[in-house]
Structures are given as C-alpha cells and as structure tokens.
C-alpha cells in the first residue's frame, strides 16, 4: 500500500528553521512530482511549494518565496521542505501529497488534484 509520512515538525521560536521530511512507502516517488501543502486552524488548505520529478522543476506559494525551499532525494524516495525565518502565521498541519498515477509529472498547488496525502506533521511558531 503507497503512503507518504511526513515529519520534521515542532515547536520553533519566531526567526527559526525546520525541515520537513516527507518518505514514502510502498512506491517510489522518482516518477512523482510532489506539493507540500498547509492547513491552519479555521482556514482552508493552502498549497507550499511542489517539486518535479527530477528536481529540475519548483514553484512556490508567492508569500513563501525566499523562506522556504522544496528538495527530493530521489535514492532516499523522500522530498524536503527547508523553512526558514518561520513565523507565526506559518503555524499549521503541513502535509505532503502526489497526484494520481495519470497525472504524476504535474506540480501543481492545487490541493483537490492530489490524491495520495501523508497524515501531516504539526508546526507552531512561537515565542
């Protein structure tokens, strides 16, 4: 059975750093572009960033840009997601997720065409 399982997050003080990891199990992702997404309490899920494939390919959520930098190990079928210079709105669920097999190439941030979602890893930025 595919799944993705995220980790990586915490407790960070405002300024701070994490990286998110996002393995997964039971397919390999080097065929996959991958989103990391976010979800904060009373608010929809918004998308992060997504990654191509090969890495060759990012995109980013215009308020994130210069903070946050998606990778992929494609031997260690794991995709990051380094945050920096966290704030408190950044604090949410984060999750990763992959598309269905038909639209695996397509990184997109549009959450409703993922299908495959890790259970999230929670992220609070505070003081």
């Known amino acids: 059975q595919s799944q993705l399982v995220e980790s990586g997050g915490g407790l960070v003080q405002p300024g701070g750093s994490l990286r998110l990891s996002c393995a997964a199990s039971?397919?390999?992702?080097?065929?996959?572009?991958i989103g990391w997404f976010r979800q904060a309490p009373g608010k929809e899920r918004e998308g992060v960033s997504c990654?191509?494939?090969?890495?060759?390919?990012?995109k980013y959520a215009d308020s994130l840009k210069g903070r946050f930098t998606i990778s992929r190990d494609n031997a260690k079928n794991t995709v990051y997601l380094q945050m920096n210079s966290l704030k408190p709105e950044d604090t949410a669920v984060y999750y990763c997720?992959?598309?269905?097999?038909?639209?695996?190439?397509?990184?997109?941030?549009?959450?409703?065409?993922?299908?495959?979602w890790g259970q999230g890893t929670q992220v609070t930025v505070s003081s």
């Open positions: 990654i191509s494939s090969s890495g060759g390919s990012t």
């Open positions: 997720a992959a598309p269905p097999r038909l639209l695996k190439s397509l990184c997109t941030m549009n959450p409703s065409l993922y299908n495959n």
């Open positions: 039971g397919f390999t992702l080097d065929s996959y572009a």
